[in-house]
């Protein structure tokens, strides 16, 4: 079992910063990879970035050169941290950290609950 919690979500005018983070506990060693996704009302919910084991990190299209994805282990927990710049009202949405774990071969995903960003133009 693993368990995700975020926070650092909150209200920022356009061009403004925030720094999403997210902790992971529980069994983190059989987590491969970690992302953060987001669902702006009436659409659905898309990766905007994702970080693997060895570090490789992807990101969506209309997020790349503002936002910077990183993971780190301290003792039993495992953090998920995004940071936002530059933000756009387009960026407003309900974040979501994710994770894929691997455990004997069995590939379980967890989800936290969400935090929410409203960027205001």
């Known amino acids: 079992q693993v368990q995700l919690v975020e926070s650092g979500g909150g209200l920022v005018q356009a061009g403004g910063s925030l720094r999403l983070s997210c902790a992971a506990s529980?069994?983190?060693?059989?987590?491969?990879?970690m992302g953060w996704y987001r669902q702006a009302p009436g659409k659905q919910r898309e990766l905007v970035a994702a970080?693997?084991?060895?570090?490789?990190?992807?990101?969506t299209d209309s997020v790349k050169g503002r936002f910077t994805i990183s993971r780190t282990n301290l003792k039993n927990t495992m953090y998920l941290q995004m940071q936002m710049n530059s933000l756009k009202p387009d960026d407003t949405a309900v974040y979501y950290c994710?994770?894929?774990?691997?455990?004997?071969?069995?590939?379980?995903?967890?989800w936290g609950k969400g935090t929410l960003v409203t960027v205001s133009s």
């Open positions: 970080v693997t084991r060895r570090g490789s990190t992807n990101y």
């Open positions: 994710n994770a894929d774990s691997d455990s004997g071969g069995i590939v379980v995903i967890y």
């Open positions: 529980g069994n983190i060693f059989s987590i491969n990879t």
